[in-house]
T-cell receptor, first 114, second 113 residues
């Protein structure tokens, strides 16, 4: 069974640019959550999508957005990149939303903003 | 507001010893408490999880202890092995509100041979 696939694995962007990250969840999983991981702030929740609808949103500015497609694949977009957006972005896939269903994480996309 | 506080930030333990990591939470609506293990270059992986109606859960060498009244829970790694060297995160969520996980700050564990 294939795991969670995140692409690309590494990305270097310039301040002010925008970026799109992709996440393919485990087959059959309908919930995709995104997290930002930095040494200073740790793991912070960005948002969750379930059946193409945003179910939860973390405390991030509107520059961070996401969407989910009918095949459950998800993308997140960051516009007007800032140096502080440099982080590991992790996607987590779950069968359902809620009820303590296990979250399976991908290896992440390492974004560097210069 | 940091809703889940984790300690210590790092710990070194000898092979065969016990690693103990503690977490405290503030939001009494949390009802699902998983622990994740993360190796460098990898995403976190679920280790073990507990719900507040249970005071202890054991899976192999890993045990979670849960104290609802104190709003604290801890992970014990028995007979620690060098392969256990990783960063461990506690987390909490409100299961009725979806899959949003609130993570602790992480504990870097080094097991010396």
């Amino acid at each position: 069974k294939a795991g969670v696939t995140q692409t690309p694995r590494y990305l270097i962007k310039t301040r002010g640019q925008q970026v799109t990250l992709s996440c393919s969840p485990i087959s059959g999983h309908r919930s995709v959550s995104w997290y930002q991981q930095t040494p200073g702030q740790g793991l912070q929740f960005l948002f969750e999508y379930f059946s193409e609808t945003q179910r939860n949103k973390g405390n991030f500015p509107g520059r961070f957005s996401g969407r989910q497609f009918s095949n459950s694949r998800s993308e997140m977009n960051v516009s007007t990149l800032e140096l502080g957006d440099s982080a590991l972005y992790l996607c987590a896939s779950s069968l359902f939303s809620g009820a303590g269903t296990e979250a399976f994480f991908g290896q992440g996309t390492r974004l560097t903003v210069v | 507001q940091q809703q889940v506080k984790q300690s210590p930030q790092s710990l070194i333990v000898q092979k065969g010893g016990i690693s103990i990591i503690n977490c405290a939470y503030e939001n009494t609506a949390f009802d699902y408490f998983p622990w994740y293990q993360q190796f460098p270059g990898k995403g976190p992986a679920l280790l073990i999880a507990i719900r507040p109606d249970v005071s202890e859960k054991k899976e192999g060498r890993f045990t979670i202890s849960f104290n609802k009244s104190a709003k604290q829970f801890s992970l014990h790694i028995m007979d620690s092995q060098p392969g256990d060297s990783a960063t461990y995160f506690c987390a909490a969520s409100i299961t009725a509100a979806g899959n949003k996980l609130t993570f602790g700050g992480g504990t870097r564990v080094l097991v010396k041979p």
